[in-house]
């Protein structure tokens, strides 16, 4: 298996993407509201979705206790793309949140095998 994803640490923020909202070890449900579809262009209406929020633990350790062996883990500063408010490409193909730039990780990588 290879998992590309967002890191948690960004799910912490509000729809701002400006300060902390949310726990790292949030249980609960969080709200947001997109203005923008995925490729940035705008939508009609607002639109509002929810999600939850893992920690790496919790995800290192449901792979575990599902036989699987980690491989690999990555995490990286940035993303490929421009895809949450408040972020500027800080060099070609690389964007980071405005005033977060390199102290925060945005996407994080694994790859893990089946021991079964």
Known sequence: MFFVEFHP???????SFNHFTY????K???LFTDHSSYDGSPLREPQEYTCWNHSLSD??????LTGM??????????SPYSCFPNMTEVEKGKFMFKGF????????????????
């Open 69 to 78: 062996t980690i491989d690999y883990f990555q995490e990286y500063d940035y």
């Open 23 to 26: 726990s790292y070890f949030n």
């Open 59 to 64: 995800i290192f350790q449901n792979l575990i």
């Open 101 to 116: 730039e390199e102290k925060l990780p945005v996407v994080m990588a694994l790859s893990a095998t089946s021991n079964i």
């Open 9 to 15: 640490v960004i799910y912490m923020m509000d729809d």
């Open 28 to 30: 609960g449900k969080m």
